[in-house]
């Protein structure tokens, strides 16, 4: 009965809704996750309840169903992403210390991107919305140096090779242009490191801005930057049932 109830040590984490198993296999490699006070190897398995697990000396425990917390950030250019930065730099950890326990990113964006970001301390959905075979739609607001020609445009809504990889078409639309910028929305269907700018670095346009200002249905509305809000009922319904 006990080994049906074990679990990766990595999996764990990321069901506590700390990081990413990704994050979390580095994190064990870099000897920051204990189980029972000793390092532990990738793949160790663990009892839930029995075996003490602890990250940077702080027990890491499943938060109770009925406590889970979901929230959407307006994240401003010049944080990072993460908990905490060994660089020194803004997190969006300092932007949410009032929500009252511990929330996590699902997803990144980039330290000069700004818009929604969701956080939650429910581990299965951080997951499940991280998953690279989630393909939920993002919306992103893009202002370019300059005036875009059509050319450009039809490239932006076509499959693109971005680090060895042929990404999924996009959607891209103009939504407003002058002589020294062009405002674009475009749309993803997946999360690709630093996919937008790296679209329009390679058709040498300049970005300017870049701002996320939906995810599915979830928009970030009139959410001032730096402050969050708790999504609704419906909205996390959404986002669990959102195939």
């Known amino acids: ?36 006070g000793e390092r532990v190897e990738q793949g160790r398995k663990i009892l839930p309840g029995i075996d003490r697990v602890e990250y940077l000396g702080k027990p890491v425990e499943r938060p109770d169903s009925r406590h889970h917390v979901y929230i959407m950030l ?6 990072v992403t993460t908990m905490s930065d060994e660089r020194g730099r803004k997190c969006v950890a ?4 009032d929500v009252g326990c511990r929330v996590y990113p699902c997803g990144r964006l980039d330290l000069e991107s700004e818009g929604l970001l969701l956080m939650t301390n429910d581990g299965e959905l951080a997951n499940k919305l991280m998953h690279p075979s989630h393909h939920i739609p993002k919306l992103y607001t893009v202002k370019v140096k300059g005036k875009i020609t059509e050319q450009q445009l039809l490239k932006l809504n076509r499959p693109m090779v971005i680090d060895g ?12 242009m002058k002589e020294e910028s062009t405002s674009i929305g475009i749309t993803l269907f997946e999360g690709r490191n630093r996919q937008i700018r790296k679209m329009c670095e390679q058709l040498e346009l300049t970005v300017l801005n870049l701002r996320r200002v939906a995810i ?18 419906a909205q996390v319904d959404y986002l669990k049932n959102y195939k």
């Open 1 to 36: 009965m006990e080994e049906q109830n074990q679990v990766r040590i990595q999996k764990y984490v990321a069901d506590c809704g700390l990081m990413s198993r990704r994050k979390a296999e580095e994190e064990i490699a870099a000897g920051r996750i204990k189980v029972n």
């Open 74 to 79: 307006n994240k401003p250019r010049g944080y």
């Open 94 to 97: 300092s932007l949410v210390e």
């Open 165 to 176: 990889y042929e990404t999924q078409p996009a959607i891209a639309k103009i939504l407003s």
């Open 216 to 233: 599915g249905a979830i928009t970030l509305g009139n959410l001032k930057a730096g402050c969050w809000k708790r999504l609704t009922r």
